[in-house]
């Protein structure tokens, strides 16, 4: 073997990239390997080096969450990780890159107290405050750490410098039962003799208003408190600490207000310059107030913080007025506005955010009671440059109101934030609406992973609703690597679960209205405490998922189990149902033409056989056996209940109630699961193709089709234009997908519906079938060690393409049709295998490599082609 042609890469512990400060004391490692065709490694080392002592090399068997093959890490201690990859006959890949690994603090390790403002606060428009601490640095310094946590949301910076790109620190969870802290390495950011750490602090989603019909403040809280350890070890073995003390000092700055809902104001005039570096006079700053701090809740973050990742400029500016100026960003995006302007000390620059416009002007009424306003006052004396640092806006459309000679230099762009996830997955094809559908859906993801996975970004609310990430999840886990950000929100899920086993509508759990408190078990929302790991596992082929989750997964299915009683129906309760089908009228969305009971029944079965998969895959055999029978009692109860037993026919029909027994294999019948597709077509067809779902039918309506053997009639359904469909939006120009199908009517009017969101995911969760069905890509196994490749070729379509970044490296599929052949560009990465179902049902199995085939449609042969030398996203 050439060593040349084998690389080693993406090293990971704990799928983390980024592994320093974390809890695990025996974090698992990851890898991926880049070979020529054919070649598998027979052979993996792995060298660990202990803060700088000597380099130990262990030899392993996998290279996927792989065990910690040394003793466990302290807390603190540090290690440096290199992997290589050998064949049979003795050759070596070279080492891989080296992978920091630290360990965080340990409880008893941290400062009982934080610091606090000493004055009295009002209960509203309470100013964020700014935090000071000088030290001396005696030494050279070896290495510092900086710990850092807080009630509230906090920036922090050493000597002037920002310590990190990370945003809205340190992220929503349920604080009073779990809160993050976060690890920064700042030896670069010190130096010999004076410093100072600066921290900027607002109240976040601690003590910010949050809830629906204007909410609520100090929902957690009514106090600003910050959490530090600050630890640097110097050239002679010293080791200085800077905790919370008497000698940090707390003033104000610039940001007179901050709210994540309403915006944010800033007076540059106020902001003292400096104010985080050596040698500022804080004479007129006041000793900070020390404060007790619960530490039994902290842990260290288990996944990405939120960061900016790309910035946006206005597509077309219009001037409504002397003093307005209308911007068009072109693509309805998360995050917030930075303005480049100048202004006469005190001159105010105002923005206003919407996703739309009607009448020409910012249309705000679906944005609720959120404001979502930011001003600027000038400092005066030249071109200013600012962005708001503790809210952020779901906008494609800024109003600017400012003085005309402002206006007239004046410059914007957008800054998306979103959680600081992996792009993984690709899909395009030869129909453009389709790819703006697909486009729409990524959009929606990004925008809505915002720490935790919410519902909407622009109006009062930005909750992590459990019933929408449940049918989005796989969608997600195939566009982009978000199992940090959801290991972390199946924690507070736990949390916030109640002891009989209801799980919340949303995560992290909040009072708000009479509707949602108190909390209530609902079918499909509460199913995320089993869908969500399950699909977690399959998209990672991480068993801890499961492990981690799973007496909250048995505590849900039971509670369901309990309430349904001894005909397995789940009958009796409030349920949301088919959530905002198009049938729903505006102020009633939970109204959709499905029973609601007949939902909450499937879902109680669908969630009981997931279990039983999950107790297999953790070899509980009872439970699996259990779960396995109890599924199959509550399908029999459905089937028994619901349909003709002559027919097979539903007694209230509708598209929803026969894909979720068609898609969830609620019978074991197959020639009653085709009678039931022949009829799901035909509602379909005699619906002139309009989509008849809301969120429960609309992830699995296309597959039931295709499972039936109406993939033509799914594909045609996928294609309609008409509302309601999913490429509606398209045609009325959406660059992100609806809460509602008609969000924007067909009469140019907005949804008088109060929940009228223009970036809502779970609708988006058809990508699910255009990635594995149409473009054909799946796993065949947990983590993709085994790849479905299975496309559904319409004639309508000449080729169609999907790409993976899987556990073990890209996994690509491009089929193209001719008159008398099927093409197909494939890659499966080393240490996997695929199975390619050709059209006329057979099937291929290709080992590793690049595969270039060609299917004649004619004879059934199949050949090679040539193709491409390396492969390209799509």
Not at 406 to 417: C, I, Q
Request: aromatic share 10%; charged share 25%.
């Amino acid at each position: 073997m050439s060593s040349d042609n084998i690389h080693v890469h993406a090293l990971r512990a704990e799928l983390l990239t980024r592994a320093i400060g974390i809890d695990h004391d025996r974090p698992r490692l990851s890898w991926k390997v880049m070979a020529p065709e054919g070649w598998s490694p027979a052979r993996h080392e792995i060298a660990i080096t202990r803060d700088g002592g000597t380099e130990t090399v262990f030899s392993v068997t996998d290279h996927h969450l792989v065990a910690w093959p040394d003793a466990p890490l302290a807390p603190r201690e540090r290690a440096e990780v290199r992997v290589r990859v050998g064949d049979a006959d003795g050759g070596w890949s070279p080492w891989s890159a080296p992978l920091a690994v630290e360990r965080g603090l340990e409880r008893k390790d941290w400062p009982r107290q934080a610091v606090s403002v000493p004055w009295a606060e009002p209960d509203h428009d309470r100013q964020p405050p700014l935090f000071r601490r000088a030290f001396e640095v005696p030494e050279s310094i070896e290495r510092a750490r900086l710990y850092i946590t807080a009630h509230g949301m906090l920036e922090p910076s050493c000597n002037g410098q920002a310590v990190t790109c990370d945003a809205f620190l340190p992220g929503w969870s349920s604080y009073d039962k779990r809160l993050r802290y976060w690890t920064y390495d700042v030896t670069a950011l010190l130096e010999t003799g004076r410093n100072v750490l600066g921290v900027r602090m607002a109240d976040g989603w601690y003590r910010g208003r949050l809830g629906f019909e204007g909410g609520a403040q100090d929902r957690y809280g009514s106090e600003l408190s910050l959490l530090v350890r600050l630890e640097i070890l110097t050239s002679n073995g010293q080791r200085h600490i800077i905790e919370p003390d008497s000698d940090w000092q707390v003033g104000t700055g610039g940001t007179l207000s901050s709210s994540l809902y309403d915006g944010e104001t800033f007076d540059a005039r106020a902001e003292p310059r400096d104010w985080d570096r050596a040698g500022f006079d804080a004479a007129g700053w006041q000793a900070a107030r020390l404060v007790d701090f619960d530490v039994e809740r902290l842990e260290a973050a288990q996944g990405p913080a939120v960061r900016a990742q790309q910035s946006l400029q206005p597509i077309n500016r219009e001037r409504l007025a002397h003093d307005r100026l209308l911007l068009d960003m072109g693509q309805n995006m998360v995050g917030r506005g930075r303005v480049t302007s100048s202004g006469a000390p005190g001159e105010t620059v105002t923005l206003r955010h919407a996703e739309v416009l009607q009448g020409g002007e910012l249309y705000t009424r679906p944005l609720r009671f959120a404001a979502a306003t930011d001003h600027y006052r000038h400092e005066g004396g030249g071109r200013e440059v600012w962005e708001p640092h503790f809210t952020y806006h779901g906008f494609r459309y800024v109003e600017v109101t400012a003085p005309p000679q402002t206006l007239d230099d004046l410059e914007f762009e957008g800054v998306v934030y979103h959680s600081d996830m992996a792009r993984s997955g690709w899909f395009s094809c030869a129909d453009p609406a389709i790819n703006q559908l697909h486009q729409n859906v990524l959009w929606s993801l990004k925008g809505n992973f915002f720490d935790i996975p919410t519902d909407c970004p622009q109006r009062d609310e930005r909750l992590g609703w459990t019933g929408d990430i449940q049918v989005f999840m796989t969608t997600a886990a195939f566009l982009y690597d978000c199992a940090g950000v959801m290991r972390s929100w199946l924690r507070d899920l736990v949390a916030d679960q109640l002891e009989d086993g209801t799980v919340p509508p949303y995560v992290p759990y909040i009072e708000t209205t009479e509707t949602w408190t108190p909390m209530a078990p609902l079918a499909a929302w509460g199913d995320a405490a089993v869908i969500v790991p399950h699909a977690l596992w399959w998209a990672t082929g991480d068993r801890h998922f499961l492990e981690q989750q799973w007496a909250s997964a048995r505590a849900w299915v039971d509670l369901m189990d309990r309430r349904a009683g001894d005909n397995h129906l789940w009958q009796g309760d409030t349920q949301l149902g088919d959530w905002l089908d198009p049938s729903a009228p505006p102020d009633d969305p939970a109204a959709a033409m499905t029973d609601r009971e007949l939902v909450a029944s499937a879902c109680f079965a669908r969630c009981a056989r997931v279990l039983s998969e999950m107790a297999e895959a953790l070899e509980y055999r009872d439970e699996a056996t259990h779960y396995n029978r109890l599924a199959d009692a509550v399908a029999r109860a459905i089937l028994e209940h619901y349909t003709d037993p002559a027919t097979g026919r539903l007694h209230q029909e509708s598209q929803t109630g026969y894909a979720m027994i068609i898609a969830w294999r609620l019978s074991n019948d197959e020639a009653l699961l085709k009678r039931m597709g022949d009829r799901l077509a035909e509602l379909v067809i005699d619906g002139d193709y309009r989509i008849a779902t809301g969120f429960v039918g609309t992830p699995i309506i296309s597959r039931a089709l295709t499972d039936t053997g109406h993939f033509d009639t799914a594909m045609r359904q996928l294609q309609e234009t008409h509302c309601p469909s999913w490429l509606y939006p398209v045609t009325q120009g959406a660059t992100t997908i609806w809460e509602r199908w008609d969000s924007l009517m067909p009469d140019g009017r907005v949804n008088p519906g109060e929940m009228t969101s223009f970036n809502h995911y779970a609708l988006g969760a058809v990508a699910q079938w255009l990635h594995e069905q149409l473009a054909g890509l799946a796993p065949a196994s947990p983590g993709y060690r085994n790849i479905r490749f299975a496309p559904q070729i319409p004639a309508s379509l000449p080729w169609a393409a999907a790409e993976h970044e899987s556990p073990y490296g890209r996994i690509a599929i491009r089929w193209t049709q001719q008159p008398d052949a099927v093409l197909y560009d494939l890659t499966v990465p080393t240490g996997c295998r695929a199975e390619l179902t050709l059209p006329d049902g057979r099937l291929q199995t290709l080992e590793a490599g690049r595969h270039h085939l060609s299917f004649d449609r004619t004879s059934g042969a199949l050949g090679t082609q040539p193709g491409p030398d390396e492969p390209t996203h799509s």
